[in-house]
């Protein structure tokens, strides 16, 4: 029999070479790949904290109205962007100047009825005068025909009738000295403008002046128009929403970390983040500014029950503030809502986990002038009725 064949028990000797071949050089690689991700973890992956549960935050500014009115022009619309202080919505204002008219009306009659008050008191001060005179002059007849008695030049009757008008003058002075007194309780310790009756009438001045001014609906703070739902015509109540703006350079991003992620998280940590809008092209930089007083469920509208008996455990997670860089902001700009990738470096334990002071203070001046523009009109309406009257105020 020729040998066409080898010998069988060489076949699983060379398989199994053949494999140690493969294996080997496959095993030092895994092993090698285990040891660098080991390396990477120890040195860098450890220090990092990531998530996708991350959106784009901001401030959304609620227009409504502070006066009743009818709305008679729109001047912006959704997408428009506008500066603090531009108009956007306009009130009829017929209702606002008419209320005006008759506050400066009545602002004029009370600084008038005011100088009347400080001239009855000067009139009021005379005759007081006048009737201490006359008993002055009373008393002296008295004391004349008294003295005069024993000599028999005057009568008892006479003397008598002096008597009697003695008593009919303190009477009057009596009566003078309350009637100026009663004056004087309406204006002592005050002047016309400080008199009660012309505060009043001022802050009816000045509270339809503002009515009116807020007729005229101003942007409190720049940014972009959303949400617009006024239309022309329609009567609008005070607190009712017309518009919203949205200041797209003031954005920041919440971070939703799980709480098992948050052990080593401090504010003030470097943070890098990439916007599902631009992608990977765009990286922004920030840091942690302050982390959520509570859980997202704990602020929920129905907030969970967990002392009931399915009562399941649920890891929860916790909302981190991150401020962005505003120059990137600029170049790149971000919307409310869009979904960012956000990693947290860990390395310096140094910051506070909870925020000790104020990050910002928001306000506008948009109102501001509107008061002031008040308050001169209302030193004109006064300075007007006082004029040549000779009354300090």
Not at 2 to 31: F, G, Y
Not at 72 to 78: G, P, V
Not at 158 to 173: D, F, K
Not at 224 to 240: D, E
């Amino acid at each position: 029999m020729s040998q066409q064949t080898a010998d069988p028990s060489h076949r699983p000797a060379k398989a199994n070479s053949h494999r140690r071949k493969i294996l080997l050089p496959l095993t030092a690689v895994l092993v090698v790949v285990a040891i660098g991700i080991a390396l990477w973890w120890f040195f860098e992956g450890r220090w990092h904290e990531t998530t996708d549960d991350a959106y784009v935050a901001g401030d959304v500014v609620q227009i409504t109205p502070q006066i009743a009115g009818t709305v008679l022009a729109i001047r912006a619309d959704d997408t428009d962007m506008v500066k603090e202080g531009a108009p956007l919505v306009d009130l009829d204002p017929a209702d606002a100047r008419v209320a005006l008219d008759q506050s400066e009306a009545a602002l004029a009659q009370a600084v008038r009825e005011a100088r009347t008050l400080y001239s009855t008191d000067s009139s009021l001060t005379a005759v007081v005068a006048q009737r201490e005179a006359d008993l002055a002059k009373a008393n002296d007849d008295l004391h004349r025909r008294q003295a005069l008695a024993g000599t028999g030049a005057v009568s008892g009757e006479e003397i008598e009738h002096a008597r009697t008008a003695v008593l009919a003058a303190e009477a009057a002075l009596a009566t003078a000295r309350d009637q100026l007194q009663s004056s004087q309780a309406l204006t002592d310790h005050t002047t016309v403008e400080t008199h009660p009756s012309v505060a009043r009438a001022s802050a009816r001045v000045e509270e339809a002046y503002l009515s009116l001014t807020r007729t005229a609906i101003l942007a409190p703070v720049s940014g972009q128009v959303a949400k617009r739902g006024v239309q022309v015509g329609t009567r609008v109540a005070p607190g009712q929403p017309l518009m919203a703006i949205v200041p797209l350079n003031g954005v920041w991003v919440e971070a939703n970390f799980k709480e098992v992620q948050l052990r080593q998280v401090r504010i003030g940590q470097p943070v890098s983040m990439v916007a599902d809008l631009y992608g990977s092209r765009v990286t922004y930089t920030g840091k942690v500014v302050g982390l959520g007083a509570g859980t997202g469920a704990a602020f929920a509208l129905l907030p969970a029950q967990n002392a009931t008996g399915n009562w399941i455990k649920i890891v929860q997670r916790l909302p981190v503030r991150v401020a962005l860089d505003a120059k990137q902001v600029a170049e790149h700009p971000l919307r409310i809502g869009l979904s960012m990738d956000v990693d947290i470096d860990v390395h310096d334990q140094s910051g506070p986990e909870l925020a000790t002071e104020r990050t910002s203070v928001a306000r506008t001046t948009v109102t501001d002038n509107g008061q002031a523009a008040a308050r001169a009109l209302i030193r004109r309406i006064i300075d007007a009725n006082l004029r040549g009257s000779g009354v300090t105020h």
